[in-house]
């Protein structure tokens, strides 16, 4: 445990520090050693997080001061900024004309749930997940307090909460933001963390499986997060809704940093967290080592005749996966939809930025409404080929060898898998296209934006082709070939224009080539191309597939 | 059992692994109902043979037929009449174990639900419990319970009881004297000397990926010398004159020494006459068989390598 030190102890020197060690006899001892011993487990990942969730201030900030460069146009911003769709996903916008304000809209809350995923991740990883490993076992047979090592977790996990809000102030403060305002914003999102960590550190008592545990952690993240989102929208004016109150993230919002900088729901959110840690602290000596309160789920003693089919099977391991997808695709539709008329309407149609960005269409709105479309169709790729992927990592971990071994077609379970992908994808694109027609207030026809994203399905499919090509040829390389071609297709299409591509390259990639309409006209030609591109790399590679080795590892 | 083929036929097979050769010239036979030992070390190429068997890799050279057919050409229709046991067996974590049975049993054709019911119960297994919490023992239970509720002519086993305790051992050795007595032909890959003693009539013994033993259990144990320890009143250096006594090792009034199994009645009555008080023979061991083949210098007798039991 001890960081860098060169010399190796004699066994005198180890048993004069045992009996040190054991000369505390409380439930607390050795809970420094403890939280050095977690800090040198994670500091990296620690590290990472403050850095990466505090650098998003200064980028924000630098983006923000640029798009509302004088106080006209942020006084302009403030008159539109309090939409329903903007109050449900960030948080009831006030102060929208200043940029502390409009430094809050676009940032505080994506660092403050970020950062309750991170105190979720991180409780579960040094407790429950070692509990469930067999590790906390071995450290319990040592001279250490009962309560010693989950405290040691809970107090380096509150350490990230309250680094990463000191940097988001400092940096905050570095660019001249008001002082008190710094101070809040970088306290709110600290409090949400410490909150967070009182839940989380309960969730790690309830059950057993660090999977389990993290599962109820996201789960209470994504209540809360509803829960004021519903409350958000129900505010008069920027006026908090009292209904508000019912959710941590609520109450750390109700700070409004930049705003009137509330500084006692901090006191409210300090005190959930400390008091979830000690009930959790009580549930732990109450319970055997392993055990969770909840008891473990169990399941159906034989399976039901679809799922011994290999579509069937395929379909049973990937619904949950297939179940977010289909709700994250109909959630950014319905807010794309919802944000198009303001944003085009924002948007300079001089500014050579944003000209690059959303193309020279027909109008603004047609550029943002085309610019969605291709969201759109970048998520329904990035589901494609994790779903495909699915199929490497059957026969990574020899599970595709048992079912092989069977009366199973090499060609029956590919398919199966392929079947997904296809049909999953084209899913998403005609659901993610409806919807943001239909939340779009009359913008553009649902059936119109839903054609226009299922035009993208030739651009995905082509991704699976090459995908298949690299599991029948490099299967080992499957995974990082597929997200490779996928990030340089991204990149050309979104960015191609920024980075002066020529637009004979960019439209030599899956996602360029299809006409993004409504900016741009119809015509079959790159669709046809694809598809024909598809169906050979896709052949190729199931044909390999049948003829070469299963390789497990 | 479709026809009088060998329920396994396998000479000169060979695979490489790129510039590695896995095996260079196998050979295996498996009569139809016979149950089959297959032993060898880590890496000598026991999976590899099965894994070719399974139509799961591609043979580099030599032939192999299973059922009749050929593993490669046919793997679908033959997997309907074969169920697999490999030694690491991988469930999806968040199934059930009774899930993970049904999708596996169903796949290898036919399923008994009586058959399974009982097996669940022999092997004591709970099917309602997500396989993320089994052990490696009830991961392999699952795979057991699903090849042996087939109605499968042919199980081939890959260390099918690593995992298992001792207990559990001996149901998985009636269950396969159980499907022999079926009938079913059984290729059992192994390193318990004492479960192929127990349960193989045939064994081929491989060592880097080449058949060096094979034959019944019987003939090659008549291949070995015999082990004996024996005490007597009077001077054992005597014994050293008795033809078929070979190896002879003395301490104190004590005599250790191996014999050819056909000298062994000359032998015996020559020991006679030097009244002996105690007498050990231990028979020649599969075990002492299989070191014979994998100690460094093949050509040092078996009792210098302490084969002795």
Same mark, same amino acid.
């Given at each position: 445990m001890s960081t860098g030190t060169a010399r190796r102890r004699t066994p005198a020197e180890h048993a004069q520090r045992h009996a040190a060690a054991a000369r505390g006899t409380g439930t607390l001892t050795g809970v420094g050693t403890a939280a050095l011993f977690i800090l040198r487990r994670n500091w990296l990942r620690l590290a990472i997080w403050a850095l990466v969730l505090a650098s998003m201030i200064p980028v924000v900030y630098d983006s923000q001061q640029q798009a509302f460069p004088t106080q006209a146009a942020r006084d302009a911003y403030a008159q539109v900024a309090n939409t329903p769709a903007v109050a449900a996903m960030t948080g009831l916008p006030y102060a929208a004309g200043s940029l502390g304000g409009i430094l809050v809209i676009k940032i505080w809350m994506t660092l403050a749930v970020a950062l309750a995923f991170a105190v979720v991740f991180l409780v579960t990883r040094n407790g429950r997940a070692d509990e469930e490993a067999g590790r906390t076992e071995l450290l319990r047979s040592t001279a250490l307090g009962r309560h010693a090592y989950p405290s040691a977790n809970y107090l380096v996990s509150a350490a990230l909460c309250l680094a990463t809000g000191l940097l988001i102030s400092l940096l905050c403060l570095s660019v001249e933001l008001p002082a008190t305002g710094s101070w809040v914003m970088g306290a709110s999102i600290a409090g949400t963390g410490l909150a967070f960590i009182g839940l989380a550190a309960i969730c790690g008592q309830l059950a057993s499986t660090s999977r389990g545990a993290n599962s109820l952690g996201v789960a209470l993240i994504g209540l809360f997060y509803f829960i004021r989102a519903a409350a958000d929208l129900q505010a008069e004016g920027v006026n908090p809704s009292a209904a508000s109150w019912f959710s941590p993230i609520g109450w750390a919002q109700n700070m409004r940093a930049f705003g009137e900088d509330n500084w006692w729901p901090l006191l409210a959110l300090a005190s959930l967290g400390l008091a979830g840690c000690l009930l959790a602290l009580r549930l732990e000596s109450t319970r055997d080592l392993r055990a969770g309160l909840l008891p473990e789920r169990r399941g159906p003693a034989a399976a039901g005749s679809f799922t011994t089919t290999a579509l069937g099977l395929a379909l049973r391991l990937q619904r949950s996966s297939l179940i977010g997808w289909f709700l994250g695709a109909a959630v950014s539709g319905l807010f794309f939809g919802s944000v198009a008329q303001a944003m085009s309407s924002l948007l300079d149609p001089e500014n050579p930025f944003a000209r690059n960005f959303v193309g020279t269409g027909h109008s603004m709105l047609d550029g943002v409404l085309g610019i969605f479309v291709l969201f759109n169709a970048l998520l329904a790729g990035a589901f494609a080929i994790q779903c495909l992927g699915a199929a490497r990592s059957e026969e990574e971990s020899g599970r595709l060898e048992q079912q092989l071994a069977g009366s199973l077609a090499r060609g029956t379970w590919l398919g199966a898998h392929l079947l997904i992908a296809v049909l999953g994808s084209g899913v998403i694109l005609l659901l993610g296209g409806y919807l943001t027609g239909a939340a779009s207030q009359g913008s553009a026809a649902p059936a119109l934006l839903a054609g226009a994203c299922l035009a993208f399905w030739p651009a995905v499919l082509s991704l699976l082709g090459l995908q298949l090509l690299a599991f029948g040829y490099v299967p080992r390389f499957t995974t990082a070939i597929a997200w490779a071609a996928y990030g340089i297709s991204v990149m050309a299409a979104m960015f191609g224009g920024l980075f002066s591509l020529s637009e004979d390259v960019i439209r030599a990639t899956p996602f360029g080539a299809i006409p993004r309409m409504p900016a741009e006209d119809f015509s079959w030609a790159p669709l046809a191309v694809l598809l024909l591109i598809s169906l050979v790399l896709g052949a190729a590679g199931m044909g390999r597939f049948n003829r070469r080795d299963v390789l497990a590892n | 059992m479709a026809s009088n083929a060998p329920a396994i036929e396998v000479s000169g097979l060979a695979k490489n692994f790129g510039r590695t050769a =896995? +095996? *260079?010239g196998l050979d295996l036979r498996v009569e139809t109902g016979q149950v089959a030992g297959f032993l060898g070390p880590n890496g000598s190429g026991k999976s590899t043979t099965i894994r070719i068997l399974l139509g799961l890799l591609k043979a580099d050279g030599g032939t192999a037929r299973m059922l009749g057919a050929d593993p490669w050409q046919d793997a679908v229709a033959l997997h309907r009449r074969v169920a697999y046991v490999p030694g690491e067996v991988n469930l999806w974590p968040n199934l059930t174990g009774g899930q993970a049975i049904s999708i596996l049993s169903k796949l290898h054709g036919e399923v008994d639900e009586r058959r399974r019911a009982e097996l669940l119960d022999l092997f004591d +297994?709970?099917?309602?419990?997500? =396989?993320? *919490?089994?052990s490696k023992g009830n991961r392999q239970k699952v795979a057991l319970v699903a090849a042996l509720s087939s109605r499968a002519e042919l199980l081939l086993l890959d260390e099918p009881t690593s995992g298992l305790d001792p207990l559990m051992e001996q149901v998985f050795t009636s269950c396969i004297r159980e499907a022999a007595a079926q009938g079913r032909s059984v290729l059992l890959s192994s390193h318990i000397f004492a479960e192929v003693e127990k349960l193989c009539e045939t064994v081929t013994i491989i060592r880097d990926g080449r058949t060096v033993e094979s034959g019944r259990l019987a003939e090659l144990r008549h291949l070995q010398r015999t082990q004996v320890t024996v005490e007597v009143a009077g001077n054992p250096a005597e014994l050293a004159g008795v033809p078929g006594i070979e190896e002879l090792q003395l301490s104190g009034a004590t005599a250790s020494f191996s014999v050819d199994p056909d000298l062994l009645p000359g032998v015996l009555a020559a020991l006679a006459a030097h009244s002996p008080r105690n007498l050990v023979s231990a028979p020649p061991s599969l075990e002492d068989l299989f070191l014979r083949h994998y100690s460094e210098d093949p050509a040092l007798p078996v009792s210098a390598r302490g084969g002795e039991r």
């Open positions: - | =896995a +095996l *260079s +297994l709970d099917p309602t419990k997500k =396989a993320r *919490s089994y």
